[in-house]
């Protein structure tokens, strides 16, 4: 079926540094692509999110790029911070219906 | 104010019982959904519901009912608790009946079966 592949499982980074996230989905006729964070014990939250008519988006410290052909999309954060550390969902819409998640990418930034 | 909002937030119970989750939006939204977030923080899809189309993910149990008296409140009914459906159930919503808009998450539901 179709799905939302997503890595690493983890990243462990120290403060300052930038870190990437990748995601690869499946459904071709898929034309957005939101990121969400989700820090613990608490709801995901939507943090960026990109159309398929645009290739990159920024919002600060995070950007978001996305190659359609290849079917890849990737979530950028710069100068990470300590309350950055989070787990961090790639999502695709599967046949217009509903969101299908990745699997994680438990982000640590140490200080 | 909530936007979407989901009781109760805890849920012990044992084997065998049938119990209820509630969900309620005020964004005016046309589309809610049900998450299962199991231990290893995987976001499953359950159901999405829009008041014309109830589409049910097929892996999901027929012990799960998805019960929506208007287009505000989605409900999750369980059937015959398992172990296994130990979890964070958690409700969203998204506006203009499609996936192709930003949800809006609940705040789970921590369900223990024991």
């Known amino acids: 079926g179709e799905n939302v592949e997503q890595h690493p499982s983890t990243l462990s980074v120290q403060e300052g540094d930038s870190a990437v996230i990748k995601c690869t989905y499946s459904?071709?006729?898929?034309?957005?692509f939101p990121w969400y964070k989700q820090e613990l014990g608490k709801r995901p939250q939507l943090i960026i999110d990109?159309?398929?008519?645009?290739g990159e988006k920024k919002d600060q410290r995070i950007a978001v790029t996305l190659n359609k052909t290849a079917k890849h999309f990737s979530l950028h954060i710069t100068e990470t911070q300590p309350e950055d550390s989070a787990v961090y969902f790639c999502?695709?819409?599967?046949?217009?219906?509903?969101?299908?998640f990745g699997k994680g990418t438990t982000l640590s930034v140490s200080s | 104010d909530t936007a979407v909002s989901q009781t109760p937030k805890y849920l012990v119970t044992q084997m065998g019982n049938d119990k209820s989750i509630k969900c309620e939006q005020n964004l005016g939204h046309d589309t809610m959904y049900w998450y299962k977030q199991d231990s290893k923080k995987f976001l499953k899809i359950m159901f999405s519901y829009n008041n014309k189309e109830l589409i049910i993910n097929e892996t999901v149990p027929n012990r799960f009912s998805p019960k929506s008296p208007d287009k505000a409140h989605l409900n999750l009914h369980i059937n015959s608790l398992e172990l296994g459906d130990s979890a964070v159930y958690f409700c969203a919503s998204s506006q203009r009946g499609g996936a192709n808009y930003g949800y809006t998450f609940g705040s789970g539901t921590r369900l223990t079966v024991v």
């Open positions: 999502a695709a819409p599967v046949k217009g219906t509903a969101l299908i």
């Open positions: 459904d071709s006729a898929s034309n957005y």
């Open positions: 990109i159309r398929s008519n645009v």
